[in-house]
């Protein structure tokens, strides 16, 4: 927290990766166009719990009993079989 150091360099320096937290970008860029090898399990289970609390969007189907039916992102063309689908972690 150095105040002689723009808060611009800062943003920067963390944007690129090089600054705490480690490997910001990738992780953010992963979110949008996805990763094969990616788990999706807890992503399904925050987008499970944001819906209920009626967030939107809401990508699932839920069951009467709030179960997950259908996870509207396993019809992603191309990458339905993906761990982390494109835009999925982004949602």
Known sequence: DDDALSPYVKLFVVGIGLGPPWGTLLP???GYVGAPSGKRD???ACMQQAQR???FPQ???LAA???IAKN???DTPLA???GVRPFELAT
């Open 28 to 30: 953010v860029l992963r």
């Open 42 to 44: 807890w992503i399904e």
């Open 53 to 55: 609390a009626g967030r």
């Open 59 to 61: 990508p699932l189907e």
């Open 65 to 67: 009993d709030g179960s």
């Open 72 to 74: 509207r992102f396993d």
């Open 80 to 82: 339905s079989d993906w």
